[in-house]
């Protein structure tokens, strides 16, 4: 089937991001153990998923009940949408972001943007360079029960743009982002920003771009 979507990570594929995530895992880490989670499990090493579902763990071998644990994990994500948001103001554009979903529109594709981040921050940064004008639909973290690399995150993205998983390609800058495609069934674009073992992509359809500039002819 021909492409009819393609689906773009945010933060360092459209954006260059200026979050703090060493800030972001530091609150998050201090609240955690404040309420419960056993002090000295997690680390700012981790993925912020990883410290999440570790401390779900934790919490539940302590016997919190369900209830108290999704309060927790609430406010969790709130101490991470504040983090973000402190950041909109010293982000900038991608080079080439704003000329590839310019094309991809003029093409008739729609244009969707899958992101770890929260949706007000991921709204404010697409707006704020111009993007958003070419975004049909924004899938974030707060959108859906379980983010990406979970493929229900997929899954809820090609829902919004009504297309099946062989019509659409997925494009991100980490390997975590070629996971998602890969179990949901998606074409991937890796663009190459970071030292990736490719390895981590076995399985998945990929291809390798060196900048956003290369996807609308990859496409």
Known sequence: MPVRAVIFDLDETLIHSKIDFKKMKERVIAFLEKVGVTRGL?????????????????????????????????EAEEIMNRTELESVNE???????????????????????????????????LTKFGLRAYVDAISARDD????????????????????KACEAVLVGDHWLDGLCAKEAGLKFILILRRNIDLKMLEGCDYKVAGSIKEVARMV
């Open 42 to 74: 997690l680390n700012t090493n981790m993925l912020n998923m990883e410290i999440t579902s570790l401390a779900v763990e934790d919490l539940h071998r302590r016997g919190f009940p369900e209830g108290e644990i999704r309060l927790i994990l609430s």
């Open 91 to 125: 982000a900038s554009p991608i080079e080439g972001a704003q000329e590839t979903l310019k094309a991809l529109k003029e093409r008739g594709l729609k244009i969707g943007v899958m992101t770890r981040s929260c949706h007000e921050y991921a709204e404010k940064t």
């Open 144 to 163: 859906v029960e379980e983010p990406k690399p979970n493929p229900r995150h997929a899954y809820h993205m090609m829902k919004l743009l009504g297309v």
